[in-house]
């Protein structure tokens, strides 16, 4: 399962390098301030999961696992459904295109970052799901605030509050 992330993630990773680039061609400009911080916590997540994986094996109890590979599978779909929803306008960074408005559509009609919140209930879930779930736990708080500024910063650029 954290093979399938970890490609997934890079996957995402070449998607978004693409989409950044053609947002800057159109004149989108790139906010570094949560860039690093982001980034980072990606890395130290992906980095940790993969050793505790290697290194504690461990039999997580079937309705823990379930329960946990179900979430994962919804903040799956809510993070494909926003990404969708955003197009050529999903990329990683925080990117503002001039004369474009906020998209309201899709998942954002009910939750202002729904890839934040995807975030947060894979990177809680999947750990989860192998019988680490104390580490989905401390990942999900770091997510919470490394997003929650990130966050923050998207809606004084775009103007939400």
Not at 54 to 58: H, I, K, M, R, W
């Given at each position: 399962m954290v093979v399938l992330y970890l490609l997934e993630t890079g996957l995402a990773g070449a998607w978004s390098i693409r989409n950044r680039r053609a947002l800057?061609?159109?004149g989108g400009v790139v906010e570094h301030r949560t860039e690093a911080s982001a980034q980072l916590l990606l890395v130290s997540y992906l980095v940790g999961l993969a050793l505790i994986e290697?290194?504690?094996?461990?039999r997580p109890a079937p309705a823990q696992a379930g329960a946990?590979?179900?979430l994962f599978a919804c903040g799956q779909l809510l993070g494909a459904w926003a990404a969708w929803t955003l197009g050529d306008r999903w990329c990683r960074?925080?990117?503002t295109l001039?004369?474009?408005r906020r998209v309201t559509?899709?998942?954002y009609r009910f939750?202002?970052?729904p890839i934040y919140a995807a975030t947060v209930a894979e990177w809680f879930a999947l750990p989860g799901i192998?019988?680490?779930g104390w580490y989905g736990a401390l990942a999900a708080v770091a997510a919470v605030f490394v997003l929650a500024r990130r966050a923050r910063v998207e809606d004084e650029l775009l103007g939400g509050s």
């Open positions: 800057a061609a159109r290697a290194l504690l094996p461990s946990c590979l179900l960074a925080i990117v001039p004369g474009s559509g899709g998942p939750l202002r970052h192998g019988g680490h």
